[in-house]
């Protein structure tokens, strides 16, 4: 199956990107000829096999960072890039086994701080990684522990650093677990960032500090309540909606309503921790039925076999799951629990 990515190069001059007569744009188009390589102003939109666009976005990262810094971008540095790239790409063969190479390709996602590698560590978070790359609008639906947040997070800061999008909005809805927040001191943002602290504490695994500090402070990567989403277009954005099973029918509407031009969401939740008031549904289950056959919309549901925290946590799940029935916020029967 063919996939489209569109890259954005906005941060720098078009034309020192593109090079004259639009010789780098040339050398890309032969150097990738299985691809279909359209530009359009700041925009390249790119269509082919997933391994050929894969190697086009490690490319263009390289080439980007190379005009950035040296201000200068031609076809003989586009070759150079592309012979260490693949010089790179035949020493990693090289010290992995069969096995590590038929893992590697899918698994790494991005390289966090201090060299951490953020992987899909496990089946479900190998195929919410395929449906990001394949639709623009992905559920990922399961228990806590089992990394849909961090995972989704982690293909955000990828696609940020691939000039795919401008920037990232990382959003839960502000809803009490049990707890008051008229009793929390502090300003309207000291009381909220509490429920916003698992965006924080993903980003930071990700990010250097100083770069992630200039990156909020410009906006180019917001983290806020899903009260703060209306009346919004999200365009050029990698919008990530956590905890969506405390999201209500209106705020669930619109939320998926905001989706702009060149937009990818990914909305995690747990059906089984629905934290809203007796009174009100969750919006989740019900845009599970109504969206499940749209196509360009993917599903990924994870299970207790996906927890990746403490071992001891999927006992605590296999045990509260024993005994607990099924109530009016659980996924209704006609919801196929299947991935997409």
Do not use: W
């Amino acid at each position: 199956m063919e996939q489209e990515r569109l890259f954005l190069i906005d941060a720098l001059n078009p034309v020192n990107f593109f090079g004259p007569q639009d010789a780098n744009l040339r050398f890309l188009r032969d150097t990738f000829p299985r691809l279909r390589i359209t530009a359009r102003g700041d925009n390249l939109k790119v269509l082919g096999q997933p391994g050929d666009v894969e190697k086009f976005a490690n490319l263009l990262h390289r080439a980007l960072i190379h005009l950035e810094q040296r201000g200068v971008l031609t076809p003989h540095d586009l070759d150079h890039l592309l012979r260490q790239e693949t010089s790179s790409e035949a020493s990693t063969v090289e010290k992995t086994t069969s096995k590590e190479q038929e893992k590697a390709p899918g698994d790494l996602i991005v390289t966090g701080n201090d060299g951490l590698q953020v992987k899909a560590r496990t089946l479900n978070q190998k195929k919410l990684v395929e449906a990001a790359y394949r639709h623009d609008l992905v559920f990922a639906i399961g228990p806590s522990g089992t990394g849909k947040t961090y995972t989704a997070v982690a293909l955000a800061v990828k696609a940020m650093r691939n000039k795919e999008v401008r920037r990232i909005i990382l959003t839960r809805p502000a809803v009490e677990a049990g707890e008051n927040l008229g009793f929390l001191p502090g300003d309207l943002k000291d009381k909220l960032d509490p429920y916003l602290q698992p965006l924080y504490d993903a980003l930071r695994d990700m990010i250097p500090q100083e770069k992630l500090r200039y990156l909020m402070e410009n906006g180019l990567i917001q983290i806020a309540p899903l009260a703060y989403m209306r009346g919004r277009t999200l365009d050029n954005a990698f919008v990530i909606l956590d905890e969506a099973q405390n999201a209500t029918h209106t705020q669930m509407k619109m939320f998926l309503t905001r989706m702009g031009q060149n937009a990818r969401f990914i909305i995690t939740g747990d059906l089984t921790q629905v934290d809203l008031p007796p009174r009100q549904r969750s919006g989740l289950p019900e845009a599970l039925r109504l969206l499940k056959d749209i196509p360009g919309i993917g599903c990924v549901f994870f299970d207790r076999s996906d927890v990746v925290r403490h071992p001891l946590v999927r006992k605590v799940l296999e045990a509260y799951e024993s005994v607990e029935k099924k109530t009016a916020h659980e996924a209704p029967e006609n919801i196929p629990l299947q991935n997409t």
